[in-house]
T-cell receptor
Framework: SQKIEQNSEALNIQEGKTATLTCNYT??????LQWYRQDPGRGPVFLLLIRENEKEKRKERLKVTFDTTLKQSLFHITASQPADSATYLC??????????FGAGTRLFVKA | ETGVTQTPRHLVMGMTNKKSLKCEQHLGHNAMYWYKQSAKKPLELMFV???????ENNSVPSRFSPECPNSSHLFLHLHTLQPEDSALYLCASSQGLGTANTGELFFGEGSRLTVL
């Protein structure tokens, strides 16, 4: 069955460092991969989308890579800040209405 | 109002009650979704409506009944729920039809449901 694994349930880093979150998937060939941010008690907020024919996408301090051979995406936040503390969700879609999500990684950025 | 609005934000109900969750999107999107989020579990897709027609129904128990009267409104009618149905129910919308839909979702803040 299709499966998405996000590297760890929680990640602690120091302010100013780069946070790297991992998303691995199996039994799936997504056309699109997305990353969302979710704060406690709130709905997820879309951050970035990368297509299967793209290797890398950047937006301000965020960078996403997509390796369809390894079936893996890396999500980087550079110069991390305490305000970046949240849960980050990886999501996959083949196009259409069925987007599937990972369980998320909780990021804690310490001042 | 902007984005996707869900009401109520919090709901407590007994197992014999009937209640409804409401979602409204102000983005002009043509697809709307219900997702369920339980603690430490991935979001589970429940229902999808595209142009007011149900296109996905992910083996959801009949005690959950969706309704989409138009492309801006989505309801989830709840009836004789179980305590394990307690969760955060998220509404989302997206643009694009069929495979042109990249899956990029815009979520509401969710309705936190507690079933006693």
């Amino acid at each position: 069955s299709q499966k998405i694994e996000q590297n760890s349930e929680a990640l602690n880093i120091q302010e100013g460092k780069t946070a790297t979150l991992t998303c691995n998937y199996t039994n799936y060939s997504p056309a699109y991969l997305q990353w969302y941010r979710q704060d406690p008690g709130r709905g997820p907020v879309f951050l970035l989308l990368i297509r299967e024919n793209e290797k890398e996408k950047r937006k301000e301090r965020l960078k996403v890579t997509f390796d369809t051979t390894l079936k893996q995406s890396l999500f980087h936040i550079t110069a991390s800040q305490p305000a970046d503390s949240a849960t980050y969700l990886c999501a996959l879609s083949t196009g259409g209405f069925k987007t599937i999500f990972g369980a998320g990684t909780r990021l804690f950025v310490k001042a | 109002e902007t984005g996707v609005t869900q009401t109520p934000r919090h709901l407590v109900m007994g197992m014999t009650n009937k209640k409804s969750l409401k979602c409204e999107q102000h983005l002009g999107h043509n697809a709307m979704y219900w997702y369920k989020q339980s603690a430490k579990k991935p979001l589970e897709l429940m229902f999808v409506y595209s142009l007011e027609e149900r296109v996905e129904n992910n083996s959801v128990p009949s005690r959950f009944s969706p309704e989409c009267p138009n492309s801006s409104h989505l309801f989830l009618h709840l009836h004789t729920l179980q305590p394990e149905d307690s969760a955060l129910y998220l509404c989302a919308s997206s643009q694009g039809l069929g495979t042109a839909n990249t899956g990029e979702l815009f979520f509401g803040e969710g309705s936190r449901l507690t079933v006693l």
